[in-house]
């Protein structure tokens, strides 16, 4: 079955410094991967997503996204911290070939420091 | 252009209870998915509908039922309901030939007492 790992239950990172968020995978087949934000008592607002391609992957406010297959990581990056980026970050899997099903990680809580 | 809409936003109910949580997918999405997000966890898999059928299905037991109508929109049903399920409840929807990104709601937030 297909997994991810966030192993940073927490990351704390000053505003306007570059911020990172982890995320492994474990997957049989080519990994669809995706990052999602959930803001307090709001759902999950898609970020962005590494279907095939290039390994850096662009996505909404200003976030990206690294694939690395030797690592098999797949970490959220800024270059720019913004306090609004305070928030808890899920990374996903697709689970299955022309399935739907997501499978997320335990997420991490990214609080940006004025 | 409407996004993902669920209601009721939340929802106190007693241990044996029967509860329905409801779903519109986004406009010209055909495929309605359905997680439950505990307290500190990330979204757990229930089940996923198209045209009107249970497509897939996560690891719960059936108490939890759902349905999808021919306008899309989607229910969720848990029956005998246990201080566990209380969660809160994810509907997202997508097209089923693009089997990439899902667009989520803001959920419904159940508490069983």
């Known amino acids: 079955a297909q997994s991810v790992a966030q192993p940073e239950d927490q990351v704390n990172v000053a505003e306007g410094n570059p911020l990172t968020v982890k995320c492994t995978y474990s997957?049989?087949?080519?990994?669809?991967l995706f990052w999602y934000v959930q803001y307090p008592n709001r759902g999950l607002q898609f970020l962005l997503k590494y279907i095939t391609g290039d390994n850096l992957v662009k996505g909404s406010y200003g976030f990206e996204a690294e694939f690395n297959k030797s690592q098999t990581s797949f970490h959220l990056k800024k270059p720019s911290a913004l306090v609004s980026d305070s928030a808890l970050y899920f990374c996903?899997?697709?689970?299955?070939?022309?399935?739907?099903?997501?499978?997320f990680g335990q997420g991490t809580r990214l609080t940006i420091n004025p | 252009d409407a996004g993902v809409t669920q209601s009721p936003t939340h929802l106190i109910k007693t241990r044996g209870q029967q509860v329905t949580l409801r779903c519109s997918p986004k406009?010209?999405?055909?495929?309605v998915s359905w997680y439950q997000q505990a307290l500190g966890q990330g979204p757990q898999f229930i089940f996923q509908?198209?045209?009107?059928?249970?497509?897939q299905r996560g690891n719960f037991p059936d108490r939890f039922s759902g349905h999808q109508f021919p306008n899309y929109s989607s229910e969720l049903n848990v029956n005998a309901l246990l201080l566990g399920d209380s969660a809160l409840y994810l509907c997202?929807?997508?097209?089923?030939?693009?089997?990439?990104?899902?667009?989520f709601g803001p959920g419904t937030r159940l508490t069983v007492l």
């Open positions: 997957v049989s087949g080519n990994p669809y």
């Open positions: 406009s010209g999405h055909d495929t």
């Open positions: 997202a929807s997508s097209l089923l030939w693009r089997t990439d990104t899902q667009y």
């Open positions: 996903a899997v697709r689970d299955g070939q022309g399935a739907q099903k997501l499978v």
């Open positions: 509908y198209y045209e009107e059928e249970e497509r």
